[in-house]
């Protein structure tokens, strides 16, 4: 009777390899052939922080360049769309999902934005996700730049992930 090997433990990030370098160091795009067609899931966020003023003008709908965050959320999309095009080992996606949503947060001058990019695909959509908030975030100081420069983008990061031979994640509480 032979027992089993003991299950194996989550390297740490510095004993992973790093799948975007072959074994010449040389940067490349990763083979996903072989991986599994799955449902795949990311969910990112992020949030930028204002002057209350500032905030004022998205909630009263005063921003002189016009609807803030309706403006956000199709930059948002869009960006989720062309992630491949801006970060060059990407592989392009059919994304069957993107969804945008913009929370302002009054109490603490901020507005969050988060995103659920989805694909039926053989690598998953963590960069999509990450690119939709992002640029949405960007889009909002470009849109109150006039009236509040300090604006600072923080946050940003992905929450959950599902799909894929890896499985679901989720990121800790609080981070």
């Known amino acids: 009777m032979s027992s089993s090997p003991p299950a194996a433990t989550p390297a740490s990030p510095d ?6 370098f072959d074994a010449q160091g040389r940067a490349h795009m990763v083979d996903v052939a072989a991986k599994v067609v799955t449902h795949r899931v ?4 992020g949030r930028i922080r204002m002057q209350a003023a500032t905030l004022a003008l998205v909630t009263r709908g005063e921003a002189k360049k016009g609807d803030v965050l309706g403006v956000a959320r199709i930059a948002a999309i869009q ?5 491949a095009d801006l970060v060059p080992l990407c592989h392009p996606l059919p994304l ?5 949503d913009f929370e302002v947060e009054a109490a603490d001058d901020t507005v969050r934005c988060r995103a659920r990019v989805e ?3 053989r690598t998953g959509v ?4 990450l690119c939709a908030v992002q640029v949405g975030l960007l889009t ?12 600072v983008i923080e946050g940003v990061r992905v929450l959950e992930k599902h799909g894929g031979k890896s499985g679901d994640w989720t990121a800790p509480a609080g981070g």
């Open 42 to 45: 990311a969910v990112a966020e």
């Open 96 to 100: 069957t999902r993107v969804a945008v």
């Open 15 to 20: 004993q992973q390899p790093l799948t975007h």
């Open 140 to 151: 909002v100081y470009d849109m109150l730049k006039a009236a509040d420069r300090g604006m």
């Open 126 to 129: 963590e960069m999509e996700a």
């Open 119 to 121: 694909t039926l695909g």
């Open 79 to 83: 960006a989720a769309k062309r992630t």
